[in-house]
């Protein structure tokens, strides 16, 4: 299964959004990030890849010291 990533840039000024989007087509999950983006546009990735990505980013940011 593959995740949508959309980043949506803001209007002069503001705050852009993230959104991921995941959905097994019996359920769906939404997590919506406000911060600067700098191009729109939309991707999507795999969920295992993206699953893998952020457990090595949580270990490593752990290893600094750091609560996640």
């Known amino acids: ?3 949508l990533i959309e980043a949506e840039a ?3 000024g503001g705050e852009g959004v993230v959104r991921l989007i995941a959905t097994d087509l019996d359920m769906m999950a939404t997590l919506s990030l ?15 890849l993206l699953h893998a ?8 940011f ?7």
């Not at 990505?53 to 490593?60: G, S």
């Open 10 to 12: 803001a209007p002069a």
């Open 1 to 3: 299964s593959n995740v």
């Open 62 to 68: 752990r290893g600094l010291g750091a609560t996640v």
């Open 34 to 48: 406000n911060g600067q983006v700098e191009d729109a546009g939309s991707t999507t990735v795999s969920a295992h």
């Open 53 to 60: 990505v952020v457990r090595e980013a949580a270990d490593r």
